[in-house]
């Protein structure tokens, strides 16, 4: 499996903006953003795969998803925030393609997450 490591979490205003960064150990083409709050399953909020994003529909029109396949490193921005969006957040990769791309079940390597708490 490869490595990953989140970083760019951090507590905010409603209405504010975050970038996070998800650097991986080797190239992989496809990557995945997650995000888990206490007493809900984990929830896919984006996804990129040779270019072409996909979103859940709590980052539509909030959430941009991209990835630097110079640096390994893919991106969540994270705009107009809200208290919803509090939540540790997860990149993924290595996808397995059993289901839909934004299935936890379909990704093999995951990071230890980063801290997003989005006060009101």
């Known amino acids: 499996r490869v490595r990953l490591v989140e970083s760019g979490g951090d507590s905010v205003q409603a209405g504010g903006s975050l970038r996070l960064s998800c650097v991986v150990s080797?190239?992989?083409?496809?990557m995945a953003w997650f995000r888990e709050s206490p007493g809900k399953e984990r929830e896919g909020v984006a996804a990129?795969?040779?270019?072409?994003?996909y979103y859940g529909a709590s980052a539509k029109g909030r959430f941009t998803i991209a990835q630097d396949n110079a640096k390994n490193t893919a991106y969540l921005h994270m705009n107009n925030l809200k208290p919803e969006d509090t939540a540790m957040y997860y990149c993924?990769?290595?996808?397995?393609?059993?289901?839909?791309?934004?299935?936890?079940?379909?990704?093999?390597?995951w990071g230890q997450g980063t801290q997003v708490t989005v006060s009101s």
């Open positions: 990129i795969c040779t270019g072409s994003p």
């Open positions: 080797g190239y992989t083409s496809c």
């Open positions: 993924a990769a290595e996808r397995m393609e059993r289901g839909h791309i934004l299935d936890n079940s379909d990704w093999n390597s």
